[in-house]
Structures are given as C-alpha cells and as structure tokens.
C-alpha cells in the first residue's frame, strides 16, 4: 500500500468484514472482462461464505477461475466542501470453492443465517431444510486482506488519542 498511514489495522479490517451485510464480488468473467455483483454474506475465521442460485454467471466464472476479490466499504461520505470523500474500506484476495456437501452446505446456512435472522432458531431450520436443495453455497478462503481509510480519519483518531491522553 503506497500510503502506509492509511492502511488499516488486522483487528479493524476483520471487525468491517464481521459488522457489515454486503459487498461486491470480483471474478472474471465472459471474454476475460471483470464480473463484480453485489452480495450479502457472513465473515468466519478466514473465510467468507454467500450462497446464490445453482445457475449463473458468478458460478460460470468461479468454475473457470477460482481467483476472486472481495471489497466491503465500511464509510463512504460525501464531504463537498473539501472535494472529498471519508472512505473506509477492506478488500479480501482469495480462492472460492462451490460447497458441495450437504454437511458444508448446511452450516454456511447457517452461518449466514445466523447473521441476517438472529433468534429465529426455528424458523433459520425450516428454511435451511426448504432451500438446501435448490441454493449453492460459495466459500472464498482469504489469502490476503488488507484495508485503508481516507487519511482524515486517520488524521482526526490520532487527534481524538491525542485529547485523551491530556
């Protein structure tokens, strides 16, 4: 990263992956063109889970190649008056694999479950035991991650560990 000032923390890129509900999936596509959807997914220990239709183009291009990248923006705001926006984002570079086992399956359900309907045990079973059929599951093992933000925000966290240090 050329503006090492920016770079964010371990602990802080895996805190974004954990807290936020969607990000944007990179793979390549048709004709060598980038291929990069939106989708909603669950972070666990390395790994990032999402599941999608047992057709299409996302499954097509990860069959072909295994190579992805996964970027989740954690900030984003507009600042007009400075020409600017306070970003905050992580990107993962990883390898999807198509969950095969039902096993495998079921758990990453239930994982991403979990996430979006925590406290509904019972109804998280009847959807799982509903969709297991008809819904593929993608696992991407993170082989690097690594996060920036804009740096005033790094500017204004060193200010506000500076106030409190007085």
């Not at 000032?5 to 390549?28: F, Y």
């Not at 990860?62 to 306070?86: A, G, L």
């Not at 690097?144 to 060193?158: D, M, P, W």
Request: hydrophobic share 35%.
């Amino acid at each position: 990263m050329r503006r090492s000032r920016q770079k964010l923390s371990e602990e802080e890129c895996l805190r974004i992956l954990k807290e936020n509900t969607h990000g944007v999936l990179a793979v390549l596509g048709d004709g060598d063109y980038p291929y990069a959807v939106p989708i909603s997914f669950v972070y666990d220990q390395g790994r990032i889970f999402f599941h999608c239709a047992s057709d299409g183009h996302k499954l097509d291009a990860i069959r072909k190649n295994d190579r992805v990248s996964f970027c989740v923006v954690d900030k984003d705001q507009v600042v007009p008056e400075k020409y600017t926006t306070f970003f905050r984002s992580v990107i993962v570079f990883g390898r999807a694999c198509i969950l095969e086992k039902e096993e495998d399956k079921r758990a990453a359900l239930q994982k991403i479950a979990e996430k979006y309907s925590p406290g509904q045990e019972e109804g998280i079973r009847k959807e799982i035991d509903q969709s297991i059929g008809r819904v593929s599951m993608v696992e991407i093992r993170a082989e690097h991650i690594s996060g920036k933000e804009a740096i005033e925000l790094v500017t204004a966290r060193g200010s506000d560990a500076a106030g409190k240090k007085e």
